[in-house]
């Protein structure tokens, strides 16, 4: 969906009584006028109002009209005619879709005027709406500025609210909702002070699309259609047709598919009649959008396809990636899963670099999607990692407040304003009464305090009524952020467990075994991962940086570079995979161990089983293992004796104290060995189970009665074994909270 509505600076009309006649109109009277007028400077003036009116709807005549204005200007040596002409082609060559052309007219014009020249702040006004178009947002709001500061310097305030509005529009697209509505708030306020009923409009429908971005559709659609009925008004057919659009995306949101496809026919057929490529494009996307929603794919892709190729006309990056990014959906539901990813990884290749949130957001998601319908667990994981960043950094309740806030202050002040007026008229009444008779005066007086009494009990009513509507919307808002992290959460859980290995592995080589595995919320900051090479089988337990969606953000993380680490061909160590996994952590987390930044990160166990020789190798950090066996160890070993029960024992092998995360004084990890025998049985496991508080005393279980306990257990068998350690943790817990993430895997040889 493409919402953008930029405000762009032409040259200003010196027959301004044609101004509410039609473009035809306006031209005719134009033409009329020309042979009429001596000088060659007004000449020159009335050629680029001829030029800048058919630009709305006949862009070779606009050119040629410009061109005549050019040379005339150059013949005379004229600067300041010359330099409007150029702000003319530019605008001319920028609807054609002639963008260097465009921006050389612009440059021309920036690189040859006075500072406090207003034609340079159109030049950089202009030059910045391109720029934004193209994606450049960094270099647009520069030039934004630049221009604003010429029209604040040189007093031209209307001028200087149309570019308030578009550097909102671009941190809009950057999806800054508190700065964009920051921006429109200041150029709305300023359009109406100054009575710019065309620029109010603009910055009204501008408002309606943070409200979409803010999922408010129905306040959205109310600011689109005020924009429309005064676009409607003015006149504007190019502004008609965008907000046409925008209505057209509501209400495809709200299911009302047949009133979408008649807006969006009527945007087009006045995108059609002015020739506007851009609007072209524009409507064919939503089109292709909407017909692929409603089940219709071949119009879809037809639509699809005329949009790519008009944004691939104009150079418009942005609307290229968008158009790959619908080609990978229609593909999507064809379930054409490798065609959809290739078009969704083209979208974001041209789509990242321009850093457009609101696009990479939705983008990520739909990758991910993708790569788990193909089975690619562990690149959908990837991307699931990059759409959770991004939606935190966009999305949460401080800037939805920040945003609400805002408009209320700016409801305040008008209705602050509309009081005092009311109070200036009532001070301008008490002053004539006071003229009249004794008995007039307390008439008047008494009409004055019943006046104010109704003026404070309506308003009173207002703020009421007010308060309960944005505590009504402020619940919907809540409610549905709260379906979408839910939805966010158990498309995690998704992804999460089909990235854990089944606990009925298909491998005959597995020992017996269990795994209890209870996460403390819908998703886990634990994880295991199993993984079989040649005659090796390799077992992990880790326990992550938190519990819930950031630990399971860290869990997915951990498995995607497990598996990357053991695809190679050779065979590598547990401690060699460890130095691996914790390298590419600190590198995807940007940790450098300054002060304050995120320590998130890893403790994990890590085995690696020769199947044929029973040989083990292990390597922890933070975590041990612990090996439960039938006879003591003569020889000395890297195994310590821990507890000893009858004919079992029950030996730890201890971790390296450091995580998998940036640690300052880190150190490769180590590489134990231990040779098994028949009936040894293995423990790995995470530290929930023995940090549950609960029992007589609401204390911690500890890892003495964790021992004891699975030293008790070691003759069950496997199933016997979970089923005991399961009801021990609930009892042991009882009414109290499960403070984390509990993960145990035994194994006997």
């Not at 493409?2 to 762009?8: Q, R």
């Not at 041209?350 to 457009?356: A, H, M, R, S």
């Amino acid at each position: 969906m493409n919402m953008k509505k930029y405000f762009i600076v032409g040259l200003l009309l010196t027959t301004t009584y044609i101004f509410g006649l039609d473009n035809q109109q306006k031209v005719d009277s134009l033409l009329k006028i020309l042979p009429t007028v001596k000088s060659d400077t007004g000449k020159i003036t009335l050629l680029l109002n001829i030029a800048n009116t058919y630009r709305n709807f006949e862009t070779k005549n606009a050119l040629q009209y410009s061109n005549q204005a050019f040379n005339l200007a150059k013949k005379i040596e004229n600067d300041k005619k010359l330099y409007e002409c150029y702000i003319t082609k530019g605008l001319i060559n920028y609807r054609l879709g002639n963008n260097k052309e465009a921006t050389s007219n612009y440059l021309t014009v920036i690189n040859n005027t006075d500072n406090d020249n207003l034609t340079k702040a159109k030049a950089y006004l202009n030059l910045g709406n391109l720029y934004a178009d193209l994606g450049k947002y960094d270099s647009s709001i520069v030039l934004y500025k630049n221009a604003n500061v010429i029209f604040q310097r040189t007093g031209n305030k209307k001028e200087s609210a149309g570019v308030l509005n578009n550097i909102g529009t671009v941190y809009s697209d950057l999806g800054d909702y508190d700065k964009a509505i920051n921006y429109y708030t200041q150029s709305l306020k300023a359009y109406k002070e100054y009575g710019n009923i065309l620029g109010s409009a603009a910055a009204t429908e501008n408002i309606g699309v943070i409200y979409y971005f803010q999922k408010n559709y129905n306040k959205a659609l109310e600011y689109f259609n005020k924009a429309l009925t005064i676009f409607e008004e003015v006149g504007v057919l190019e502004k008609q047709a965008h907000a046409l659009s925008n209505i057209a995306s509501m209400e495809i949101i709200m299911e009302n598919n047949d009133a979408a496809i008649n807006h969006f026919s009527k945007a087009e057929e006045i995108f059609d009649k002015l020739n506007n490529k851009v609007g072209q494009a524009e409507i064919a996307q939503n089109l292709s959008q909407l017909y692929i929603n409603i089940n219709k794919p071949n119009k879809g892709l037809k639509s699809l396809n005329k949009a790519l190729s008009l944004y691939k006309e104009l150079k418009n990056i942005k609307g290229e990636g968008v158009c790959y990014e619908g080609l990978g959906t229609y593909y999507f539901n064809a379930k054409k899963y490798s065609k959809s990813i290739e078009n969704y990884l083209k979208a974001e290749k041209l789509l990242e670099p321009l850093g457009v949130k609101n696009n990479l957001r939705n983008l990520y998601y739909e990758i991910a999607d993708a790569y788990s319908y193909a089975n690619q667990h562990n690149k959908a994981v990837i991307y699931l990692s990059k759409y959770i960043a991004i939606n935190d950094t966009m999305f949460n309740f401080e800037r939805s407040n920040q945003i609400a806030e805002m408009q209320e202050k700016y409801d305040s002040e008008v209705k602050q304003q509309e009081i005092e007026l009311q109070q200036i008229e009532i001070a301008k009444q008490n002053a004539e009464v006071a003229l009249q008779t004794k008995q007039k005066i307390w008439y008047g007086v008494g009409m004055v305090l019943t006046i104010i009494l109704l003026l404070i009990a309506f308003r009173g009513y207002k703020q009421k009524q007010k308060s309960n509507t944005i505590i009504t919307n402020q619940k919907d808002i809540v409610e549905e952020k709260n379906r979408e992290i839910i939805d966010s959460i158990n498309y995690a859980k998704r992804i999460q467990n089909a990235l854990l290995s089944s606990e009925e592995h298909e491998s005959k080589h597995l020992p017996k075994h269990f795994i209890f595995f209870n996460p403390k919320d819908i998703v886990s900051g634990d994880f295991y991962w199993t993984f079989e090479k040649q005659n090796y089988l390799y077992l992990a337990v880790a326990d992550c940086t938190g519990h819930g969606v950031p630990g399971a953000f860290l869990t997915m993380l951990g498995t995607a570079f497990l598996n990357e680490i053991t695809a190679r061909e050779d065979i590598l160590s547990p401690a060699e995979i460890l130095d691996e996994l914790r390298a590419k952590i600190i590198k995807e987390l940007n940790q450098t161990g300054a002060e304050g930044e995120n320590k998130d990160g890893m403790d994990i166990s890590l085995i690696r089983l020769d199947i044929k020789t029973k040989e083990l190798e292990w390597a922890g950090a933070n975590n041990p293992l612990w090996l439960v066996k039938n006879n003591l160890e003569k020889e000395a070993s890297t195994l310590q004796l821990n507890i000893s029960i009858d004919d079992k024992h029950l030996y730890e092998i201890k971790s390296d104290k450091q995580p998998i995360s940036y640690y300052p004084d880190s150190k490769p990890f180590t590489n134990h060995k231990v040779k098994l025998e028949k009936e040894d049985s293995i423990y790995l496991f995470t530290d929930g189970y023995a940090d549950q508080f609960g029992g007589p005393k609401g204390k911690k279980f500890k890892y003495r009665p964790f021992k004891n306990l699975l030293i008790s257990l070691s003759n069950k068998s496997m199933a016997e074994q979970k089923e005991t350690l399961e009801k021990n943790f609930i009892q042991w817990k009882g009414d109290l909270e499960q403070i984390d993430d509990v993960c145990v895997i035994g194994l006997k040889i």
